[in-house]
């Protein structure tokens, strides 16, 4: 009898995967776009409350899917089920690109600004005015760095990588927490803040804005649905898995708007137009530089905290594909000594570290954005599809006015693809070339490979 993985996450642990995937570069850089985008408070705290609207409606969406699927993997099992081993496939080759190795290099460039605060020789721009297709600066030289210490760390063992992550962790929270009492209780901050507009800084209309501007939320609010790839490892998924979802998720919309509550309190909107590190600038300014500085080096942790998780987690999805010949056969491969899947870590460095000297920070968000709401949109149009076979257990919630959760969800992915689409062409481009490469690539080589898989699991 073959073993299987032990059930031991309850709904505590559950929800605390969740709320540490989801706070990370997004909560820390994205404000800034945001101001300059709407213009006015009250839409830059509205978009961070919509954005919460759509998470929990694929929240929901993927409950019912996980408890009816439940096969680690999210995605992976998910499209693969609904519509194919093609998709599965497609899946899996974006989880290597938009899922984690663009999500590294973003949170790499946001952590090189925070640390140019500390360290004035360091700072420049993870967004440079360049024509040129390579980006050679201190952030991203930083960026590389950090990228290719991870690696190592997490090639030498499991263990080590995974006691430095438990720290980075607890740091991160730690900084959150702090830095909101902190921030109404001694901030000097200003109320007067909040009605406080100022001129956008983009031509296109506010609804079609606002759109596009989402791509930015959700890229913060990404890892909504983090639980679903440990669904095998839960006990009761039935009960643990939507609840764990909906609490972790509705957790961390708390702290989002009370987060972004502190930086208009610190700043007025005017004062944080393209500001990336928003963090930073708002702690200077409720706090002063001196302890604005270590808050800084606080926030610095928690987003190589987030940078850390996915280079943790990135590889063992690559080699779990290599084994369902999803991905090349030598990132299946376990170093004999350290017992780590060598090539798989390597192959996503190298990715990262290519993203970061061709890419800029807001060009990263857009191709992340675009990319993972398309597959997240494909799953949850796939749970339309998959209600219909018999013996289909229905979630209470999402049947409640069935299908208005998951159209919910799939109204707002399309409206962001559209806008984003039309007025992001390249960085949508490149999300549409990541899916269809992926096709090709199954339909040269994999579907043979694929047609028998040895499990349809990814841990």
Known sequence: MSASLKRGISVISGTALVVSNMIGTGIFTTTGFLAGDLGRPSLVLGIWIVGAIVALAGCLSYAELGINLQRSGGEYAYLREAWGPTWGFVSGWVSFFAGFSAPIAAGALALSLYLGKLVPALAGSASPESHVWLNLGAPQLVGIAVIAALAIVNILGLGLAVKLQNVLTAAKLGVVGLFLVLAFTIGRGNWAHMGMATARTSSHGLGAQFAVSLIFVMFAYSGWNAANYVIEEMKSPETTLPVALLFGTGLVALLYLALNAAYLYALPLESLKGVVPVGASSAAALFGERAGGVFAGLITAGLLSSVSAMALVGPRVYYAMAQDACFPLSAARVHPRWQTPVNAI??????????????????????????????????????????????????????????????????????????????????????????????????????????????????
């Not at 061709?358 to 992340?368: A, H, N, P």
């Not at 299908?403 to 984003?420: E, G, K």
Request: hydrophobic share 55%; aromatic share 14%.
């Open 346 to 459: 390597l192959y996503q460095a190298a990715a990262s570290a290519v993203m970061v000297l061709t890419g800029t920070f807001e060009k990263l968000v857009y191709y992340i954005g675009f990319t993972l709401i398309l597959c997240a949109a494909m799953a949850v149009a796939g749970l339309l599809r998959l209600r219909r076979r018999p013996r289909w257990r229905t979630l209470r919630a999402v049947s409640w006015c069935y299908p208005a959760i998951p159209l919910v969800f799939l109204v707002a992915s399309a409206w962001m693809l559209a806008w984003t689409l039309l007025f992001h062409r390249q960085e949508s481009f490149l999300g549409l070339l990541t899916v269809v490469c992926g096709a090709l690539v199954y339909h040269w080589k994999g579907r043979r490979e694929s047609a028998s898989p040895k499990a349809s699991r990814i841990n």
